[in-house]
T-cell receptor, first 114, second 112 residues
Framework: AQSVTQLGSHVSVSEGALVLLRCNYSSSVPPYLFWYVQYPNQGLQLLLKYTSAATLVKGINGFEAEFKKSETSFHLTKPSAHMSDAAEYFCAVRHSGGYQKVTFGTGTKLQVIP | DVKVTQSSRYLVKRTGEKVFLECVQDMDHENMFWYRQDPGLGLRLIYFSYDVKMKEKGDIPEGYSVSREKKERFSLILESASTNQTSMYLC???????????FGPGTRLTVL
């Protein structure tokens, strides 16, 4: 069964600093992996996705993630944090059984300190 | 612009009441999902539907049922609300061949 683990439920960075949010996956088949973001009082929206094409995936708002099979990781990064990046971020993996079922991680809340 | 709407942003109900949460999407998507979101637990799948009148249990279906009479509408039903069902409920949809899940804004349900 596919699953994801997010390390760190809360991450704080200074404005302008590197953002690194960690996600490790477990999958018996090549995974489809996603990062979603949830701003306060909103639903989730897709940041980026990995679907077995390029291992470095670029998303919206300057975020990117690198798929590393040897480390079973899909960490999310952004070179320079902005105050507007404060949100909760979810890593997710799509199931292989169809119907586009997805399992989400437990989420990481990003705080950006001015 | 794609849109998933949920009937209420905030809802307060009493223990034992029957509760209906409605979700409507305007994208002609085949798949629809209901999740609950709790701090530290992320999103957990309650039920999903891959076609009209079709439904499948997710990871935590106990205490819930669903209805999908029309393609655009997916309802979550709490037959007899309990305090442990106080949570944020999120609806999402995807096309049959797509990857991205499109989410509604959520309904924060409080059961007293």
């Amino acid at each position: 069964a596919q699953s994801v683990t997010q390390l760190g439920s809360h991450v704080s960075v200074s404005e302008g600093a590197l953002v690194l949010l960690r996600c490790n996956y477990s999958s018996s088949v090549p995974p489809y992996l996603f990062w979603y973001v949830q701003y306060p009082n909103q639903g989730l929206q897709l940041l980026l996705k990995y679907t077995s094409a390029a291992t470095l995936v670029k998303g919206i708002n300057g975020f990117e993630a690198e798929f590393k099979k040897s480390e079973t990781s899909f960490h999310l990064t952004k070179p320079s944090a902005h105050m507007s990046d404060a949100a909760e971020y979810f890593c997710a993996v799509r199931h292989s059984g169809g119907y586009q079922k997805v399992t989400f991680g437990t989420g990481t809340k990003l705080q950006v300190i001015p | 612009d794609v849109k998933v709407t949920q009937s209420s942003r905030y809802l307060v109900k009493r223990t034992g009441e029957k509760v209906f949460l409605e979700c409507v999407q305007d994208m002609d998507h085949e798949n629809m999902f209901w999740y609950r979101q709790d701090p530290g637990l992320g999103l957990r799948l309650i039920y999903f539907s891959y076609d009209v009148k079709m439904k499948e249990k997710g990871d935590i279906p106990e205490g819930y049922s669903v209805s999908r009479e029309k393609k655009e509408r997916f309802s979550l039903i709490l037959e007899s609300a309990s305090t442990n069902q106080t949570s944020m409920y999120l609806c999402a949809s995807t096309p049959r061949s797509g990857d991205e899940q499109f989410f509604g804004p959520g309904t924060r349900l409080t059961v007293l």
